[in-house]
């Protein structure tokens, strides 16, 4: 009995610790549902942080591409001044994205909540 006891305490602290490290995670950025982020578009910096394949196969118009592998060093010719907008293919990589730029000082941080794969608005893609 005891035993149980001690697994079931171990297994809710996992899960507390998930939890608030999701919310510190949160912190760094803002999630906007797609009707919310398509609204700004046009006066943000809008960034696609997948590979530049994924990219070109289909991304948001007006999305400058910054594969999260080049990240660091590309996230200074972000304005400071201007909001950036980030997205990817599921939300995973903007959280990252954010926590960096907010390390660098950049504040006004928003992502696309679920990523591009659950995006319905328009997307451009390269012709080949």
Excluded: C
């Amino acid at each position: 009995m005891e035993n149980w006891m001690i697994i079931l305490l171990a297994a809710v602290i996992v899960i507390l610790l998930l939890v608030l490290n999701g919310y510190r995670n949160m912190r760094n950025v803002k999630a906007l549902p797609e009707e919310e982020f398509k609204k700004e578009l046009r006066r943000v910096q809008l960034i696609d942080l997948r590979e530049k394949e994924k990219y070109e196969h289909g991304h948001i118009m007006g999305a400058r591409n910054i594969p999260m592998m080049n990240f660091s060093m590309k996230m200074n010719s972000l304005r400071k001044d201007q909001p950036i907008y980030l997205y990817d293919h599921n939300g995973r990589l903007s959280v990252r994205a954010a926590k960096m730029l907010k390390k660098k000082g950049y504040s006004d941080i928003y992502m696309l909540k679920n990523g591009i794969s659950k995006w319905t608005g328009k997307i451009k893609s390269k012709s080949k």
